[in-house]
């Protein structure tokens, strides 16, 4: 079987975890905690960062710095993941679901300034597949409104927007460096902070709202609960095994990046004959080649891909539900519909993208999809 994925591993992450261990500290916030921020800070010229467990952990963050409260209104994407709503519903936000692109599952610029109202806070934008929004017309929007932008860049870590890194652009940003990622550490996330109104308050919310590291720099005499917070801080552990991933980025990208474009030279015929489409790259946005997906003419041709596949011992997978859609929120959503969101829900097809992915495997994988298509 070949997998949709398989996290990769550069050689050096148990080395690193040995020697965290052997430092006698592996509760977080150590050596290779700060060394990992270094790297952000250093590589891609961002503010403020702190590593989180998760993306989800981040996001969280970002509502309790936002000072979310009930009744306080948030624009987001339906298409993404629950962790990007749940963050904000939990400080009591009200959810306004934005649509799609037409072109790109990414949210639709467009569309935002129609769901701004005077009770409106933030938008939270997603970033799918690593492929920027258009972050000039989000930030002149929330900057006419005195609205915050969060950057829901989980899967957006080395990709750009007009050379700008994701992350960096908006008030607060989010990675994710789940095993599924580009760069990974099993479960683990990135806070980036670009406005200095939130630093010293990230830094306390992160330390279960205590002013613990301040103490431990020697800036304070004593440390004590200051704030909310939580325990959003990873194991020394998870930051030793990350920061070997961190020291690989260029091979791991470039690889990736090999595969990418493989599967789109393999492919192409599929969308000149109108079989499917391909991902549209936008004009603003570099490629970090975090997936490559296929867009179906229907929910049906669709599962049956999946199916045709898996008898080849392919894995294939779709993506998101429409959260405005789900179980849990359509009986509260009062919205209009969103059509591009639905579409992507029923009709994008992930392959497989890893690392250990050979070409020979990627051609097998090409193969199989175009004979699919040519016996329809």
Same mark, same amino acid.
């Given at each position: 079987m070949i997998p949709f994925n398989k996290p990769y591993l550069t050689g050096k992450e148990t080395h690193y975890i040995e020697d965290a261990v052997k430092r006698g500290k592996i509760s977080g916030n150590g050596h290779y905690t700060k060394k990992c921020h270094e790297f952000f800070e250093t590589t891609y010229g961002f503010n403020k960062v702190l590593l989180t467990t998760s993306c989800t952990d981040a996001l969280e963050m970002c509502a309790i710095l936002l000072d979310i409260q009930p009744g306080d209104e948030v624009i987001l994407p339906s298409y993404t993941f629950v962790s990007t709503a749940n963050a904000f519903m939990l400080r009591g936000a009200k959810l306004v679901f934005a649509d799609s692109r037409n072109d790109h599952p990414g949210i639709d610029e467009e569309a935002l300034a129609k769901l701004v109202t005077p009770k409106t806070k933030a938008i939270v934008v997603v970033h799918y597949a690593g492929v920027a929004c258009d972050? /000039?017309?989000?930030?002149?929007?929330?900057?006419? *409104?005195d609205l915050f932008v969060v950057e829901d860049a989980a899967q957006g870590i080395d990709a750009t927007y007009k050379g700008k890194p994701l992350g960096g652009i908006g008030h607060l940003g989010c990675f994710s460096f789940h095993e599924t990622k580009n760069i990974q550490c099993g479960e683990g996330g990135l806070l980036i902070i670009n406005d200095n109104r939130f630093v010293e308050r990230a830094e306390i919310i992160w330390e279960k709202g205590t002013n613990r590291a301040a103490f431990f720099r020697g800036e304070i005499d004593k440390y004590g609960w200051v704030d909310v917070g939580s325990s959003f801080l990873p194991s020394e552990l998870n930051a030793a095994f990350l920061y070997a991933q961190l020291e690989n980025i260029r091979d791991i990208q470039d690889r990736r990046i090999h595969i990418w474009s493989l599967y789109k030279e393999q492919l192409n015929q599929l969308e000149s004959a109108q079989h499917a489409t391909l991902p549209h790259m936008?004009?603003?946005?570099? *490629? *970090?080649?975090?997936?490559?997906?296929?867009?179906?003419?229907?929910?049906?041709? %669709?599962?049956?891909?999946?199916?045709?596949?898996?008898?080849?011992?392919?894995?294939?997978?779709? @993506?998101?539900?429409?959260? @405005?859609?789900?179980?849990?929120?359509?009986? %509260?959503?009062? /919205?209009?519909?969103?059509?591009?969101?639905?579409?992507?829900?029923?009709?994008?097809? %992930?392959?497989?993208?890893?690392?250990?992915?050979?070409?020979?495997?990627?051609?097998? +994988?090409?193969? @199989? +999809? %175009?004979?699919?298509?040519? *016996?329809?």
């Amino acid at each position: 079987m070949i997998p949709f994925n398989k996290p990769y591993l550069t050689g050096k992450e148990t080395h690193y975890i040995e020697d965290a261990v052997k430092r006698g500290k592996i509760s977080g916030n150590g050596h290779y905690t700060k060394k990992c921020h270094e790297f952000f800070e250093t590589t891609y010229g961002f503010n403020k960062v702190l590593l989180t467990t998760s993306c989800t952990d981040a996001l969280e963050m970002c509502a309790i710095l936002l000072d979310i409260q009930p009744g306080d209104e948030v624009i987001l994407p339906s298409y993404t993941f629950v962790s990007t709503a749940n963050a904000f519903m939990l400080r009591g936000a009200k959810l306004v679901f934005a649509d799609s692109r037409n072109d790109h599952p990414g949210i639709d610029e467009e569309a935002l300034a129609k769901l701004v109202t005077p009770k409106t806070k933030a938008i939270v934008v997603v970033h799918y597949a690593g492929v920027a929004c258009d972050m /000039g017309k989000i930030m002149d929007l929330a900057n006419k *409104n005195d609205l915050f932008v969060v950057e829901d860049a989980a899967q957006g870590i080395d990709a750009t927007y007009k050379g700008k890194p994701l992350g960096g652009i908006g008030h607060l940003g989010c990675f994710s460096f789940h095993e599924t990622k580009n760069i990974q550490c099993g479960e683990g996330g990135l806070l980036i902070i670009n406005d200095n109104r939130f630093v010293e308050r990230a830094e306390i919310i992160w330390e279960k709202g205590t002013n613990r590291a301040a103490f431990f720099r020697g800036e304070i005499d004593k440390y004590g609960w200051v704030d909310v917070g939580s325990s959003f801080l990873p194991s020394e552990l998870n930051a030793a095994f990350l920061y070997a991933q961190l020291e690989n980025i260029r091979d791991i990208q470039d690889r990736r990046i090999h595969i990418w474009s493989l599967y789109k030279e393999q492919l192409n015929q599929l969308e000149s004959a109108q079989h499917a489409t391909l991902p549209h790259m936008l004009e603003h946005a570099s *490629n *970090n080649a975090h997936m490559f997906y296929l867009l179906c003419s229907s929910l049906e041709e %669709r599962s049956a891909l999946i199916d045709h596949l898996k008898s080849k011992k392919i894995l294939s997978v779709f @993506h998101y539900l429409s959260l @405005h859609k789900s179980p849990y929120f359509a009986d %509260r959503y009062q /919205g209009n519909e969103l059509p591009n969101s639905d579409r992507y829900t029923d009709t994008l097809l %992930r392959l497989p993208m890893y690392y250990e992915l050979t070409d020979d495997q990627v051609h097998e +994988i090409a193969s @199989h +999809i %175009r004979s699919f298509y040519q *016996n329809q």
